[in-house]
């Protein structure tokens, strides 16, 4: 997953690059529709159309079925039994391209959340960052916490443009160091933090612009890597599990409606869809 | 079929409504050009003002008046800021108003209850077990009556922006655009609650006046706390909404983590926070998240007192957030949030200054000045946008940071002060003269702002005293055997419980209000009705011939009958039947207005509420300044709202009720 997000990062920066200075719509609609152009695709070149239709059709004369013989419970019961097996039929027809659909997709939508998910800070802003240590760190960091409470010796880099508003504070319970950090300048920043021998980087984006950002810098594993692609996992055997900071959702305006890109996204797509179902040829 | 067509009836009557309104409109017109801009600064004192003027330390000021007027303007009876600005609003005394103090109380039961706006009651509910669901009500409703001013000038064609006007919440949604001011409630529904926690273990959990003093949990550097919402709606057996925090406190330096809902943020020792969400769960999410009902969200401010010894922390009021509009504060809805979206979250309370907190000893001095920088920035940062975005009308904008600030600050000009020390109050003689020269600030920002067809007035709903001494109307009426006590051992008495009512003929309740027990009013009323006006006219010329034992002056200079000095109004029936006029220098005590019985007659006023204006109202007038003489002469709040509407060229103000006077 790590080598996939490898490659995905900087192919999505330079596919969104365009988009940068703009409202995040603009990028949310022309994704939508090459996305709903794709899943159409994908459903033509692996489903069975005959099928598709012939269940469809079978589902449409179970709903006829009812309405003509309302008076008759007989015939509903069967009527109903007849449209539940013929939907599950015609999921079952289209499972395969939904599958795909799924495993191709999902890792894509990542990477654009991190791009549409969230604000950069502004300027002036205040944020806690805040650095998780591993439940085992102090094997890990060789720490013995001799002088009384363990205390690892966490340090941050901080480059021009940002700086730090308060001395850390430590919470044993929750082996975590946070600090709050101020954004003095625009851009995208990198915060080191070293434990030790290891130095970690973290990006910190100030920026008002539809840039990638990333909320969390995690641990490796796989899930890790699938939902929080927006940076490279730490090492294997760091004992910190995770750096992060909260940047501000962003919303995106949909018409009158200000809701969550990826809501706005789901609408075009199946809009997408079914408009271009007909030029294209696909049954759905 | 005969007769008229009614839908040709109506047109005909639409079509000479129209050009009635067209005739009309060369004068709505004029009125709607002229443009009258409104600076009421709570509690700003003639006397004081024109020092501070004559020392050149409010230039503007001098600017404003070069070419206007200065006057000093009479304030209502009793001088109290809801009563005085509900007398500014409508043009009427209390009589028409129905406001006589901050607090009124029920006849039948005599229980104490805010005297601006009330809480409707929750109409049909539908019971389901524990839960039960409100049909209807639950609304706030303003108690203020009369007709405001600017009501007329919308009526006349003239646009009004009226922004924290006291007395009026929920605001009257006549106004081109309004926010409420004092008055407004916090989440728990009064004027301000704070809450102050510690993780001193000998620290008594209590209620004080305005606050909770409650425990904080503190092991392993982890402190945890509760914040105490109003009673959930949604329960048929009441219980508090609350809403938990955690502070992760560092173990070398002086500071915290602390962490609420969704934010996190650390904090060193003597620091504020912005303004952080407080969300109370109504009801559990189904199967622990399908969420059933949406939680109650309010806001507050944190500031981390200290860490070490003892973990000390102070919550604000919790305060409605303007993005949310769960309360009626502005006219539009979301004109609340426009404000919110130009200079970010704001204290909605009406009166956000949190005195109470200094004067229950939970903020230092400095501490509340650093709480009061806060609010008073907050009101004043959004002037300057209102004021940019007013085009021509009536601008009418309050300032009640000088109000609030002065109560506790006033006496540190004051050596001969009972409560005054030089250590804790003489570094903070300046504070006051600081107020002005703000309020001088604003003057010159708006001065360089309007141009000059634009009327300004500078205005203030009364002065100010130094207050040292304490006069408590309960203790004097039962020293005088107005007023019988069940128990006389018990320390702490109360009229709501300790008082025998078959043999007492007089109580106080509010600042300045004295009520005579009168049969067929109040619940256990025993003076016969025809006894109320000669029983009014004793206790007046004894109360008028009260001499403090200390200083030897006379305590009380005015005693007001209300049913013979006031007006004719309406809402009488509403206040006291004396309203007191202290001298100046003296004041009611404050647990007295809640119905409580002291010990001793007059006290010195040790609190650090050192400085008042619930006097002799004469002794305390408000200020009257603009940038050209007016056209109608206004020397008292009762003429202003007039004066204000002869700027535009309209009169007929008051509105005053048919059949009311």
Redesign the interface.
């Known amino acids: 997953m790590s080598a996939i997000n490898a490659a995905l990062r900087p192919l999505f920066d330079l596919l969104l690059a365009p988009f940068r200075g703009m409202p995040a719509i603009v990028g949310v609609t022309l994704f939508s529709l090459i996305f709903g152009v794709v899943a159409l695709w994908l459903v033509k070149l692996t489903s069975n159309p005959e099928k598709v239709d012939a269940a469809k059709r079978k589902v449409a004369a179970g709903l006829l079925e009812i309405r003509l013989f309302n008076d008759n419970l007989g015939i509903i019961f069967k009527a109903v039994g007849s449209i539940l097996r013929h939907q599950a039929a015609y999921v079952g027809h289209l499972l395969v391209p939904f599958v795909l659909m799924v495993l191709l997709f999902l890792p894509l939508i990542a990477q654009l959340q991190f791009h549409w998910g969230y604000q950069g800070l502004q300027e002036g802003d ?1 944020v ?1 960052f ?1 650095v998780v240590l591993q439940d085992d760190w102090q094997t890990r960091t060789g720490s013995d916490g001799a002088d ?2 363990p ?1 690892p010796s966490l340090e941050l880099e901080l480059p021009d443009g940002l700086s730090l ?10 082996h ?1 160091m ?3 950090m101020r954004a003095d300048a625009a851009g995208q920043h990198e915060v080191g933090v070293r434990l030790g021998d290891a130095t970690h980087v973290k990006k910190i984006g100030v920026t008002d612009r539809v840039e990638r950002l990333s909320p969390e810098r995690l641990e490796a594993g796989f899930t890790n890597q699938l939902l929080f692609p927006a940076e490279p996992s730490l090492g294997a055997d760091s004992a910190i599990e995770k750096i992060g900071l ?1 940047y501000p959702e962003r919303d995106v305006w949909f018409f009158f409606w200000r809701t969550h890109w990826i809501i706005v996204f789901l609408v075009l797509s199946i809009l997408f869809a079914l408009i271009l179902r007909g030029p294209m040829g696909v049954t759905i | 079929m005969t007769g008229r067509n009614p839908i040709r009836t109506t047109r005909r009557a639409t079509a000479a409504l129209a050009l009635c309104t067209l005739l009309l409109a060369p004068a709505g017109a004029a009125a709607a050009d002229k443009r009258v801009v409104v600076l009421g600064f709570d509690g700003m004192d003639y006397t004081f003002a024109r020092q501070m003027m004559a020392a050149g330390e409010m230039p503007n000021f001098e600017r404003l008046i070069e070419r206007g007027a200065a006057q000093p303007l009479g304030t209502s009876v009793p001088p109290l800021s809801p009563v005085a600005w509900s007398t500014f609003i409508t043009g009427m005394d209390p009589s028409g108003h129905g406001i006589f103090d901050f607090i009124h109380r029920d006849p039948e039961t005599l229980f104490p209850y805010l005297s601006t706006s009330e809480p409707e009651d929750v109409g049909r509910s539908v019971t389901l077990g524990k839960y039960q669901f409100a049909l209807s009500g639950g609304g706030y409703r303003l108690l203020r009556q009369g007709t405001p001013f600017w009501e007329v000038l919308e009526e006349r064609g003239v646009k009004t922006t009226v922004i924290r006007m006291p007395a009026n919440f929920p605001v009257s949604g006549s106004a081109s655009r309004e926010l409420s001011g004092m008055g407004t409630p916090d989440i728990l529904g009064g004027y301000g609650t704070f809450s102050f926690y510690s993780s001193d273990i000998f620290l008594e959990e209590r209620s004080l006046a305005g606050g909770e003093v409650r425990p904080l949990d503190l092991w ?3 402190a945890e706390g509760t914040l105490y919402g109003p009673d959930n709606p949604m329960l048929v057996k009441r219980t508090k909404l609350t809403s938990d925090f955690t502070l ?6 002086d ?3 602390l962490v609420i809902g969704d934010t ?5 020792a003597g620091e504020w926070t912005e303004w952080i969400d407080v969300e109370f769960e109504v009801m559990p999410p189904l199967f622990g998240f399908v969420p059933l009902m949406p939680n109650l969200t309010g806001m507050a401010r944190f500031y981390l007192r200290q860490v070490r010894p003892e973990v000390e922390l102070y919550a604000s009021p919790i305060n409605f957030d303007p993005y949310r509009g769960d309360l009626p504060i502005s006219t539009p809805d979301e004109f609340a949030a426009d404000l919110a979206e130009i200079t970010g979250r704001f204290y909605t309370q009406g009166m956000p200054e949190d005195t109470q907190a200094l004067k229950g000893n939970i903020l230092t001095p400095a501490e509340f000045l650093e709480q009061a920088q806060i609010a008073g920035s907050e009101v004043e940062q959004q002037y300057l946008p209102v004021l940019e975005r007013y085009d021509d009308g009536l601008l009418f904008y309050y300032f009640g940071n000088l109000d609030l600030v002065s109560h506790m600050m006033w006496h540190s000009m004051d050596d001969g002060h009972p409560a005054f020390t030089e250590e804790k109050w003489g570094a903070h003689r300046g504070v006051v003269k600081e107020l002005y020269r703000t309020a001088d600030r604003i003057v010159g920002q708006t001065l360089d702002a309007i141009d000059d067809d634009t009327t300004l007035i500078v205005m203030s709903d009364h002065g100010f005293a130094s207050w040292r001494r304490t006069f408590s109307v309960n203790a004097w009426l039962r020293e005088n055997g107005y007023l019988t006590v069940k128990n006389p051992d018990k320390k702490k008495l109360s009229i709501l419980g300790d008082v025998d009512w078959s043999r007492t003929r007089a109580y106080g309740i509010g600042l300045n209000g004295l009520y005579i027990n009168v049969r067929g009013r109040e619940g256990k009323g025993i003076v016969h009705p025809t006894e109320k006006d000669a029983l009014i006219e004793e206790i007046r010329e004894k109360l008028l011939a009260e001499i403090d034992p200390v200083t030897g002056e006379p305590s009380i200079t005015k005693v007001y009958a209300t049913a013979t000095d006031f007006d004719p109004g309406p809402y009488l029936a509403v206040g006291p039947d004396l309203v007191i006029g202290y001298a100046k220098g003296t004041r009611g005590e404050s647990d007295s207005a809640l119905g409580e019985i002291n010990a001793d007659v007059y006290t010195d006023n040790l609190t650090d509420w050192g400085a008042d204006h619930g006097m002799d109202h004469e002794t305390v007038p408000g200020v009257l300044f603009s940038n050209r003489p007016l056209k109608q002469q206004a020397n008292s709040l009762k003429d202003l709202a007039g004066a204000i509407l002869a700027e535009f060229e309209i009169d007929g103000f008051p509105v005053v009720a048919a059949g009311s006077q």
Do not use: F, I, T
């Open positions: 205040s806690l805040k009384g409470v205390r508003a308060s001395p850390p504070v430590w919470s044993p319970s929750e975590e946070a600090w709050q909260r | 392993n550097g982890v992760y406190v560092d173990d070398r330096q500071v915290a983590k996190e943020q650390v904090l060193r």
